[in-house]
């Protein structure tokens, strides 16, 4: 099955309450790997009550029903304050440096679901998350995760959770890129990121994005021996 997130999640063969009652004391001790896994079973829930997608055929549609009722039945015990919780839970993961959490904890939101950030930019909530996220996304993009370094390419070239800077946008594609073994050149880097770029911003992108990779993805490859 998959969560909320997009990940696949396996519990093991119990139901989600049973899947959280066994890892709830860890979790609430600080154990990052334990409050990650009572995360990802609450994620599992979390979408049950919203409306049902528009689909382009009612087989489709009695497919999505058909797999709601299985999760429905999966996830009884979960009420609603646990739902909430488990975005504790994935701040405690992803403060304690668990890769995953820490992209988990920008896609969740401030709220854990979809909200406008422009329209509740004074909502302080939304105001720490911001912070947060952005950096918990540099945290893993440190350890050399391509996912977190194109999210923040995006964060960048959006302007939503930081002031909008086209240079750092394309900084971290080059880096995410060099993460992905599949390093762009200079003239795909143009033409796709840096095209209203002046001559010297565009070097100085490609010279910080080289330095970002060199800091956190080669080091990510190496080898014990090395």
Do not use: H
Not at 54 to 61: Q, V
Not at 180 to 209: H, I, K, P, V
């Amino acid at each position: 099955m998959y969560a909320r997130n997009g990940r696949q999640v396996d519990l093991g063969g119990l139901t989600a309450q049973e899947y959280i009652s066994k890892w709830n004391s860890l979790a609430r001790a600080g154990d990052k790997d334990a409050a990650y896994n009572v995360y990802q079973a609450a994620a599992v829930c979390a979408s049950n009550d919203e409306p049902a997608p528009a689909y382009n055929s009612a087989t489709e549609l009695k497919q999505f029903l058909d797999q709601r009722k299985k999760l429905l039945a999966l996830c009884k015990g979960v009420n609603s304050a646990q739902l909430q919780e488990r975005l504790s839970f994935l701040a405690l993961a992803a403060r304690a440096g668990k890769v995953e959490a820490q992209i988990d904890y920008f896609m969740e939101g401030p709220y854990g679901r979809d909200t406008d950030l422009a329209k509740s930019a004074d909502d302080p909530v939304v105001q720490q998350w911001k912070t947060e996220a952005v950096t918990e996304l540099k945290s893993a993009a440190g350890q050399g995760e391509p996912f977190a370094l194109a999210l923040l390419a995006q964060v960048y070239g959006a302007g939503e959770l930081l002031p909008r800077d086209a240079k750092l946008s394309l900084a971290y594609k080059v880096a995410e890129a060099d993460a992905r073994n599949s390093a762009l050149s200079e003239e795909q880097l143009r033409r796709n990121a840096g095209a209203q770029m002046s001559d010297a911003d565009f070097a100085s992108a490609l010279q910080t994005g080289r330095q970002i990779a060199s800091a956190c993805c080669k080091k990510s490859r190496l080898t014990p021996q090395e």
